[in-house]
């Protein structure tokens, strides 16, 4: 059985940093795509982050590039989320996502499994 467990969300006041991480049980988490995704209120699903199984290839939304930084641990099962200079817009529950392919992708539909999602929450 497949679990990643996302922790590490909060409220923080804008311009400060969280670290996501996210810990992965139940497949070979060295062979899965990471990816990051985020839902606010009445919006859909969107893509924040992918990294490939390696952790050699990053790809990030326009919106938190030169903010956020995605890496893994392969030795961890652990994919983990660095946002610094977090904005209100930021809000949002904050969701990993696995899959399995060697190609990069920013739909949601593709990933094949998900956590249950952290709630970040940036005020001014």
């Known amino acids: 059985q497949v679990q990643l467990v996302e922790s590490g969300g909060g409220l923080v006041q804008a311009g400060g940093s969280l670290r996501l991480s996210c810990a992965a049980s139940?497949?070979?988490?060295?062979?899965?795509?990471m990816g990051w995704f985020r839902q606010a209120p009445g919006k859909e699903r969107e893509f924040v982050a992918e990294?490939?199984?390696?952790?050699?290839?990053?790809y990030y939304t326009d919106s938190v590039k030169g903010r956020f930084t995605i890496s893994r641990d392969n030795a961890k099962n652990t994919v983990y989320l660095q946002m610094n200079s977090l904005k209100p817009e930021d809000t949002a529950v904050f969701y990993c996502?696995?899959?399995?392919?060697?190609?990069?992708?920013?739909?949601?539909?593709?990933?094949?499994?998900w956590g249950q999602g952290t709630q970040v929450t940036v005020f001014s």
């Open positions: 996502a696995a899959r399995s392919s060697y190609y990069h992708t920013s739909t949601p539909a593709l990933y094949k499994y």
């Open positions: 990294i490939n199984s390696s952790g050699g290839s990053t």
């Open positions: 139940g497949l070979t988490f060295s062979t899965y795509r």
